[in-house]
């Protein structure tokens, strides 16, 4: 497939994403990218293309399409993650575990008893919410590791802050492009079907 | 105020939920009730009119209507409830902890230690996907409940499933009146500074 067409200058927060990004909405106000830590897998993230932190500065239209870009993804994840079932999530605001200030809705594919040996499926919050499911946290170290290697400086090396490892670059666009096609895939059958 | 129109036979799930309502979306499409267990104080439940169990099953304008009116009613939780962040959490399916067969958007109003005597603020989710935040129980509670008083058995008592006890209908009903006023006031103003 060509490479997506993504709006100018589309960043996370802060942070430049591109490699990350599997869906951009037919509107252009929604994208979706996969996680640098995915709390389990297919674990993404779903943004408005305008960088604002809070669900109240969104308009109508952008939230409108938020959603339902959540919804457009979540039938391509259901089938190829094998999920029954979804926890849809914001945490809209620092007070609500907000860390990376650019509105993201998280998207969990869920299967029977996937997180038992983590203490129940009723922990996979305390996942998102605690040390191990910090996004801004995660992208910080990422980035730091990508000036590290433009600057040619190995002296520091970004110590694991759990046992999750975060994802390589290459693993993360690798994702982001089967997703991708794997979307396709269901909006050609769709096509076809109607 | 005259009583809210609601659209008949408004039901959440299998539950009659008249009097906890205190919001209906201009469209018609989407509706606000209080909590029987409050997570916090303002903790609501933002539901689509037609009761189907996911949101795959919502339509597109469905979807846009009901985080919009999410979008609605936080500014006026924000005010009364002096929040400075929300959680929003949709428990899409049983195995993401679902317990009524019903859409609802979880809508918890945040400040900051607001819940450090529990255990610290990621704790939320928790609380919100076991026993306490059972909100499929909560409603069968009050149902058994109105069906003794209905049919003069007071045989069974409801024994209480935790430390927070489920809130009397008359308490939820006045929470439902006063959020509704303080909606239509924040309307009211809205329009004259338009």
């Not at 990350?20 to 996969?34: K, Y």
């Not at 203490?119 to 996979?124: E, P, Y």
Request: proline content about 7%.
């Amino acid at each position: 497939m060509p490479p997506l067409q993504l709006p100018p200058n589309l960043k996370f927060g802060p942070f430049s994403v591109a490699s990350q990004v599997f869906h951009i909405s037919p509107s252009r106000l929604s994208f979706g990218l996969v996680n640098l830590k995915p709390l389990l897998p297919g674990h993404i993230l779903v943004c408005p293309v305008r960088s604002v932190p809070r669900l109240s500065q969104l308009s109508g239209t952008e939230t409108a399409d938020l959603f339902n870009t959540v919804r457009a993804v979540s039938s391509t994840l259901q089938r190829v993650y094998h999920a029954s079932s979804f926890n849809v999530a914001v945490q809209d605001g620092v007070n609500a575990g907000q860390s990376v200030p650019h509105v993201h809705v998280h998207v969990i594919p869920r299967q029977k008893g996937d997180y038992d040996d983590k203490g129940g499926g009723d922990r996979i919050y305390d996942a998102m919410d605690g040390e191990e499911g910090n996004v801004g946290k995660a992208f910080l170290e990422m980035q730091r590791i990508r000036e590290e290697r433009v600057n040619g400086d190995r002296r520091f090396v970004a110590a694991p802050d759990s046992d999750r490892k975060a994802r390589s670059e290459e693993e993360m666009k690798k994702e982001a492009e089967w997703l991708r096609m794997e979307i396709e895939k269901d909006r050609r059958d769709a096509e076809d079907h109607s």
